[in-house]
């Protein structure tokens, strides 16, 4: 409780979130390692937005608001399923930066021990967290582990959670709250447990703007069509691989 007002000390804080630069360099290093951190990077972005405390006041006034509604579900159960989403995206957090380790590890020629570092991590460091100790397991049974979501204990959490996690975030969205580092974590999890995502229909875009060719499921080789031939069907060819290409591209 605040002293001077009696109010939820919470409550009395700036929504303006400030920022020492750790999470934009691990950005530039996930960027540099084409491994996704979508988690951190909406936490990010979070901050960011919440910065621009003035900007966010003028737009309030503008921009159209969901219909206020009150919460009809059961309150127990809704922090319950926060709970769940919360632990989670924690998860998925933890996963994706491993694999940034792991990737920069590959790249620099680091001999990387990632139950050590859990453990240096579970002794001080400020994203100590309790299920540290899982994680220094998961690696001790499979130190070649390539993401923590694979492992049958996190594998196991997440089955449990993920009913919860959905409606923690469904609910958030329902009611017009932001809850970024929830959904893009959701989304990340979604993303990665497909075996075939639609990103057939974002290669066809980039090879229809741009030439950069595509593979085929049925058969070897690297093809590009040419999409707008006038009065005929779109004519597909043979197409020597492009060299590597810059993310994003």
């Not at 922090?79 to 940034?100: N, P, T, W």
């Amino acid at each position: 409780t605040d002293p001077d007002t009696g109010k939820p000390l919470v409550d009395v804080i700036l929504d303006k979130a400030g920022q020492k630069g750790t999470g934009l360099w691990t950005l530039q290093s996930a960027l540099s390692q084409s491994v996704v951190i979508s988690t951190i990077n909406a936490a990010v972005e979070a901050r960011v937005i919440s910065s621009r405390k003035q900007e966010r006041v003028d737009s309030a006034k503008i921009l159209p608001q969901p219909k206020p509604r009150e919460f009809s579900g059961n309150r127990d159960e809704l922090i319950r399923a926060v709970h769940d989403a919360l632990y989670a995206s924690k998860i998925v957090s933890y996963a994706q930066g491993m694999e940034l380790l792991g990737a920069a590890g590959m790249g620099y020629k680091w001999n990387l021990n990632f139950g050590d570092i859990a453990t240096i991590w579970r002794g001080g460091c400020i994203i100590r967290a309790k299920f540290l100790n899982r994680i220094v397991e998961a690696y001790e049974r499979n130190p070649a582990l390539h993401n923590l979501l694979l492992d049958p204990y996190f594998t196991e959490i997440i089955a449990k959670t993920q009913l919860n996690w959905r409606v923690a975030i469904s609910t958030a969205i329902a009611h017009g709250v932001a809850v970024p580092a929830f959904a893009a974590s959701l989304s990340y999890f979604d993303s990665y447990r497909q075996a075939r995502l639609p990103s057939n229909l974002l290669q066809a875009q980039r090879d229809f703007f741009g030439a950069h060719t595509y593979e085929r499921i049925d058969k070897p080789g690297v093809f590009h069509t040419e999409w707008l031939q006038s009065g005929e069907e779109p004519a597909e060819r043979p197409a020597e691989p492009k060299k590597a290409q810059r993310a994003g591209e």
